[in-house]
């Protein structure tokens, strides 16, 4: 047990977790925000229509007043998850009956607690979880708080490699004696790479969870923001709904409202409802009330109006990037929030380059280090051995999403000419 000068005994993670990286980094005000996955473009209007609108229904009609400023059911408002089954059978294909499976869906805080509780009510310490290399962070640490032991497998420009999937479970077994409970993706436009997983590879994942009998989270943060079709869902495979947990959020594709919406096994939802029980009770009903109304009425114009200025501000930040960095490599991202760098220079250090030079020139965004798991095992020798985690710290993530075209070309090029600088 940790103790403090006051003399409270702490529970034992909270000397070895540290704050949210990403957090961390909200309290620097700075002209070139490059960092969290903040949306820059929210329709605001719209949400405000909502409200007025919304504020006269409750003054006709007190009880439903009443209603949704009340508790409501842990797994969400009924009318709110007809809605979300609608949308994701229509939208997404995702093989749910609207009218008769709408209940599988489970309305969370933000997808981020629907993520805690499903390592809450899956992990024991000691199990395994498999993530691509790098992963994002807000599921690695609480799966290493929670003592999972995570093995990060090898991703390239199209996301995490398959092959190498395989292999994994393979020196899980050989190492632990286990199979691995879960394998986590984010299929469209990765957090942090911003890369997409082709159809083949989606398949490959499916065959290898199916075949080893391990849960696949598909965590589907950004898969509204899309600038071209992609390929689709792993979650359309799973037809009797029972291999694939698909995590859903408002947070990308509405307001950061904290809502996240999912479709999990029957047997998992139970798990995850019960630990969302203990963990706040329920999720705001008037909050429901606002998504359901810009979900039925809304999303589509919103987001034909979002996806292109997206697209603008995406390729903005690749065209600076390509005319001022160093030698490295990027990604190509075609949706979502983020581009991957990384610096031919093995031996740069983005978090180092960030204090001394990126944040006193007023620009932030996130270094790579914290997408490698801080305790854990990363596949070598052509993934037939596993070697302790080993964060590649030449690397960074660069969001595209919430600055101005304009901010964003100026800031990436002082960037690149402070890079280039740095490292020859
Ligand atoms: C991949 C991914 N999953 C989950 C989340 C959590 O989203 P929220 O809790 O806002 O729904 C984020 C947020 O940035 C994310 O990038």
């Known amino acids: 047990m940790a103790s403090n000068k006051s003399g409270y005994s702490f529970a034992t993670w909270t000397s070895f977790i540290e704050e949210s990286q990403i957090r961390a980094l909200l309290k620097y005000k700075v002209k070139y925000y490059f960092a969290g996955g903040k949306p820059g473009i929210i329709p605001t209007d719209i949400f405000a229509g909502i409200m007025a609108d919304l504020s006269e229904q409750y003054k006709k009609d007190p009880k439903m007043a009443l209603e949704d400023f009340n508790y409501g059911p842990t797994g969400g408002q009924p009318w709110f998850m007809k809605t979300l089954a609608k949308r994701l059978k229509e939208v997404r294909d995702i093989p749910i009956d609207p009218e008769t499976e709408w209940n599988c869906i489970s309305i969370t805080n933000g997808s981020q607690q629907a993520l805690y509780a499903l390592l809450d009510t899956l992990i024991d310490p000691g199990d395994v979880i498999i993530t691509p290399s790098p992963a994002y962070l807000g599921f690695l640490v609480p799966a290493i708080k929670l003592g999972a032991r995570i093995i990060t497998v090898p991703t390239d420009l199209e996301g995490i490699i398959p092959e190498y999937v395989e292999k994994a479970v393979i020196l899980s077994k050989r190492k632990f004696g286990k199979i691995p409970d879960i394998i986590y993706v984010v299929p469209d436009s990765d957090n942090p790479k911003g890369t997409t997983l082709p159809m083949s590879r989606r398949q490959a994942l499916y065959d290898i969870a199916e075949s080893h009998n391990i849960l696949l989270v598909e965590d589907s943060a950004y898969a509204e923001i899309q600038f071209k079709n992609n390929p689709k869902a792993i979650k359309t495979l799973d037809k009797e709904n029972r291999r694939v ?70 390729e903005a930040m690749l065209k600076a990037m390509d005319a001022s960095f160093p030698a490295g490599e990027r990604t190509e991202p075609t949706g979502g929030f983020f581009i991957w760098w990384e610096s031919e220079d093995k031996s740069f250090d983005s978090t180092k380059f960030m204090e001394t030079t990126a944040i006193p020139n007023e620009i932030l965004y996130v270094p790579g280090g914290p997408f490698y798991p801080l305790t854990g095992y990363t596949m070598v020798e052509d993934g037939n051995e596993l070697a302790p985690s080993n964060p590649e710290h030449n690397t960074m993530r660069l969001g595209f999403s919430y600055a101005t075209p304009d901010i964003i070309s100026e800031g990436i090029e002082r960037l690149g000419q402070f890079l280039s600088k740095e490292l020859g």
């Open 245 to 314: 947990a698909y995590l859903g959020t408002t947070s990308k594709e509405a307001a950061v409202l904290r809502v996240g919406y999912s479709v999990l096994p029957p047997n998992v939802r139970e798990q995850v409802l019960k630990d969302k029980g203990h963990l706040d009770l329920c999720t705001s009903s008037l909050v429901q009330r606002i998504l359901d109304e810009y979900y039925r009425n809304h999303i589509d114009d919103a987001m034909r109006a979002a996806i292109p200025q997206y697209q603008v501000r995406c």
